[in-house]
């Protein structure tokens, strides 16, 4: 029955929902259940009214869906893990893909003199039409994007600019995120 497979503090909102009976297809819910060992598990629910051989009954389908909880816990452990080095870093960090910029960190919003995470669009705007040898800025990041692309990483010095064109030089280290 419920009451052996339903936790004791939930057994009272599960009979309510069978009570309830909402006609038709219902939206799945996330109940916890205890297996015959007493273990604890997810599963996802969905009942439906049936009339089966003239009787009126409920179809009650669940879905073991612990793993599944399992894996999104550890994903949203790692994402707060990634935020925690990535936002609160002292050093100005920058992801990018072959369209541009896609997020920064707080760092790099204030060493570039920006407000808003917005306005980082693309590396030529942060950085002088010409680097320090002269090679066109454009040209240069391109070099240096394919050898990080290459070998997985690439460390160089770069000039930049801030928005207020305030030209200042940077220790660049570049890393290849392959998904």
Not at 106 to 115: C, D, I, T, V, Y
Not at 139 to 150: E, L, N, T, V
Request: charged share 30%; proline share 4%; with cysteine.
């Amino acid at each position: 029955s419920i009451a052996d497979i339903g936790l004791e503090e939930d057994v009272p909102g599960l009979l309510s929902d069978v009570d309830r009976r909402d006609h038709g297809l219902q939206s799945a819910e996330v109940r916890r259940h205890r297996r015959k060992d007493g273990t604890i598990i997810d599963v996802e629910i969905v009942c439906n009214d049936l009339d089966f051989q003239g009787v009126e009954a409920v179809f009650v389908a669940a879905h073991d869906i612990t793993e599944r909880e399992r894996y999104k816990q550890m994903l949203q452990e790692s994402e707060n893990k990634y935020r925690v080095l990535f936002e609160d870093s002292p050093d100005a960090y920058w992801l990018m893909d072959e369209t541009g910029f896609l997020d920064c960190n707080l760092a790099a919003m204030e060493m570039f003199g920006f407000s808003d995470r917005a306005e980082f669009k693309n590396p030529a705007d942060i950085s002088p039409p010409y680097q320090a040898d002269g090679t066109p800025s454009s040209i240069a990041a391109d070099q240096k994007i394919a050898a990080a692309i290459r070998t997985g990483k690439e460390s160089f010095e770069w000039l930049h600019w801030r928005k207020n064109g305030e030209v200042f030089p940077a220790e660049i280290g570049l890393a290849t995120l392959r998904l």
